[in-house]
């Protein structure tokens, strides 16, 4: 059974056209993780929320936001997507702190027109 | 910042032995750990170190060592499905994760 599920798998926006990607766990775990992946490189953190504490990486551009209204849902909006954004965009949950396994899920790769 | 090196490519034969060093920099080192991905794939958990020595996980360990900053994945036994990318990853002040750059294993028959 699928733990950790991303939808949609494949999305395609336009330059500049908002985009929401979202996330959803069955573990009840207390911590979500959205990284960027771009080919042949590693997942980068954008950002993380410990239950509802949101905290940002210094490096993340401010056209992504996040939010999680529960537990079980969490969404990445890419407010004005440039072409630089497309990407594999995964979503991970932890049971609580870092020292914890995190369980990916399958990614949305995201392109941009 | 965070800083971690690991070989871009190894490659090895089936049934072989084959170990991917990672050194690191990191304030607020909490431990070290391993990830598998396939290609389209996304990342699995494979083994974690928060304390120094070796961790094993049937054919695959993992070791540590905190006063080197330095940390390795063993890979026994190696089989085609193996061949994959592997992450190494340190998580630090309490909740965050910064993976290295990863190492493309080549298995050949």
């Known amino acids: 059974d699928a733990m950790v599920i991303q939808n949609p798998r494949y999305q395609v926006t336009q330059f500049g056209k908002p985009v929401t990607l979202s996330c959803s766990q069955t573990?009840?775990?207390?911590?979500m993780y959205w990284y960027q992946q771009k080919s042949s490189q590693a997942p980068k953190l954008l950002f993380h929320?410990?239950?509802?504490?949101?905290?940002n990486e210094a490096d993340t551009p401010d056209n992504f936001q996040s939010r999680r209204p529960n537990t079980s849902f969490c969404f990445l909006d890419i407010r004005s997507p440039g072409l630089g954004d497309a990407a594999m965009y995964l979503c991970?949950?932890?049971?609580?702190?870092?020292?914890?396994?995190?369980?990916f899920g399958p990614g949305t790769r995201l392109t941009v027109l | 910042g965070q800083s971690l090196e690991q070989p871009s490519e190894v490659t090895a034969v089936e049934g072989a032995i084959v170990q991917i060093n990672c050194t690191y920099q990191?304030?607020?080192?909490?431990?070290l750990s391993w990830y598998q991905q396939h290609d389209g794939g996304a990342p699995t958990f494979l083994s974690y170190?928060?304390?120094?020595g070796l961790e094993e996980t049937g054919r695959f360990s993992s070791f540590l060592s905190r006063s080197d900053s330095y940390g390795y994945l063993l890979l026994q036994e190696l089989q085609m499905k193996d061949s994959a990318s592997y992450f190494c990853?340190?998580?630090?002040?309490?909740?965050?994760?910064?993976f290295g750059s990863g190492t493309k294993l080549n298995v050949k028959p």
């Open positions: 991970a949950t932890s049971r609580d702190h870092g020292t914890d396994t995190q369980y």
């Open positions: 573990l009840n775990h207390n911590v």
């Open positions: 929320y410990y239950d509802k504490d949101f905290n």
């Open positions: 990191t304030s607020g080192f909490y431990g």
């Open positions: 170190n928060g304390l120094d």
């Open positions: 990853a340190v998580s630090y002040n309490f909740n965050k994760f910064y």
